[in-house]
């Protein structure tokens, strides 16, 4: 007779066989296209060195491509997408070392040599293939999609790009995310709360967590809860919201934070509390206590968190596990009021603002030097 759930099982480990084949299949098909991409970007620019009116030659150039490989490969060779390959070069090809005028243009290959011999796209990464010698071809590890550079060559400070292509890489992020990411101005945030050895790091290894102020916003950007900034709601709905939402909670946290509990209630001499919300960071090993304050920060309300963290420490935590961290999440707070509660060596307690809109970096770099001062 046959074993019916055995079967079951065999046939899905098949399917995950395929899926993970074609998932690599997708993954190989788009490296090698959006390394393509960066080729024919950096003959274009190369090419466009060796017209004489340089402008008006580079217009000419991408127009007649666009018609030979438009003819040769049908769509995805508008003038606008072989601009944007132009584009992709002049971003992340800097490093290389362009053709220089003065080289015999034997050495180049011109429009008339593409149309003449119909060359095709694969023959042109054959080409590219050909060249791994070549600087700017073996640096270039492109492991994101085609979609994330045409978002990420648009930033123009380039340590900031980096941030987001290894933050993008490392969290495997979608181009939705690395929008929403960029529009709640995530490096601006970071890079104004860190020194200059630190803000350098950034653009080299992205966000690393080292230490408990490493996990730490201010402000948190809390615009997918979909609340207006100024409409009135209690801490209750502000934590439903949360829970709701609590995919798009986690990654505004950051790296490395899992759920583990609402409204955890401890109890000691008879007294019981409800501490809001409790994360977890598996990077820093430890705990991390979330309070809501919909007002203005109360000196009690950091007392409270001292507290809670206290006993998470003494009561929870494992001993190989690190110290817990408090945040307390408010609406709006007074920094002598967090200055003069919390001990001057502290580590642990972090009082942070949340908005549930997304301000301009002007107005984000307003916030942050305000609580600065």
């Known amino acids: 007779?046959?074993?019916?759930?055995?079967?079951?099982?065999?046939?899905?480990?098949?399917?995950?066989?395929?899926?993970?084949?074609?998932?690599?299949v997708?993954?190989?098909?788009?490296?090698t296209m959006v390394r393509t991409y960066f080729e024919i970007g950096k003959m274009l620019v190369e090419e466009e060195q060796g017209g004489e009116e340089r402008?008006?030659?580079?217009?000419?150039?991408?127009?007649?491509?666009?018609?030979?490989?438009?003819?040769?490969?049908?769509?995805?060779?508008?003038?606008?997408?072989?601009?944007?390959?132009?584009?992709?070069?002049?971003?992340?090809?800097k490093s290389s070392t362009l053709l220089s005028k003065s080289e015999p243009k034997e050495k180049r290959q011109t429009l008339s040599d593409i149309s003449e011999k119909s060359e095709t796209l694969s023959r042109i990464s054959s080409k590219a293939n050909s060249e791994t010698t070549s600087r700017e071809f073996t640096k270039s590890k492109f492991i994101l999609s085609w979609s994330h550079y045409l978002k990420l060559m648009r930033i123009d400070d380039e340590n900031e790009r980096k941030f987001y292509e290894i933050e993008s890489q490392k969290n495997n992020w979608s181009v939705r995310e690395l929008?929403?990411?960029?529009?709640?101005?995530?490096?601006?945030?970071?890079?104004?709360s860190r020194n200059k050895d630190k803000v350098k790091e950034l653009s080299e290894k992205g966000l690393i967590l080292e230490q408990p102020r490493d996990a730490i916003k201010d402000p948190y950007i809390l615009e997918f809860l979909g609340l207006p900034e100024y409409s009135q709601y209690?801490?209750?709905?502000?934590?439903?919201?949360?829970?709701?939402?609590?995919?798009?909670?986690?990654?505004?946290?950051?790296?490395?934070?899992?759920?583990?509990?609402?409204?955890?209630?401890?109890s000691f001499d008879e007294s019981h509390f409800r501490i809001d919300l409790v994360f977890y960071n598996r990077i820093l090993k430890c705990f991390?206590?979330?309070?809501l304050k919909i007002g203005e920060?109360?000196?009690?309300?950091?007392?409270?968190?001292?507290?809670?963290?206290?006993?998470?420490?003494?009561?929870?935590?494992?001993?190989?596990?690190?110290?817990?961290?408090?945040?307390?999440?408010?609406?709006?707070k007074s920094e002598s009021v967090v200055k003069y509660t919390l001990p001057e060596k502290n580590e642990h307690i972090f009082a942070s603002k949340y908005k549930t809109v997304l301000p301009s970096k002007a107005e984000l770099k307003l916030i942050i030097n305000h609580q600065k001062d």
């Open 1 to 24: 007779m046959t074993n019916k759930p055995a079967n079951i099982k065999f046939y899905s480990q098949i399917v995950d066989l395929l899926q993970s084949a074609r998932s690599q």
């Open 26 to 31: 997708v993954r190989t098909v788009n490296q």
């Open 55 to 93: 402008a008006e030659y580079g217009k000419e150039l991408l127009k007649g491509l666009s018609k030979v490989l438009t003819r040769e490969f049908g769509k995805g060779f508008s003038v606008d997408n072989l601009e944007n390959m132009r584009r992709f070069y002049l971003a992340y090809g």
């Open 179 to 192: 929008q929403r990411q960029f529009d709640s101005a995530l490096y601006t945030r970071l890079v104004l």
């Open 234 to 266: 209690s801490e209750s709905q502000l934590e439903q919201e949360i829970i709701d939402k609590l995919e798009h909670f986690l990654l505004e946290l950051g790296n490395g934070f899992t759920f583990v509990a609402r409204q955890k209630r401890i």
């Open 288 to 291: 991390v206590l979330i309070d």
């Open 297 to 332: 920060l109360k000196h009690q309300d950091l007392g409270q968190m001292q507290m809670y963290v206290n006993y998470y420490d003494r009561e929870i935590k494992l001993e190989e596990e690190n110290k817990t961290i408090g945040i307390v999440l408010c609406k709006d």
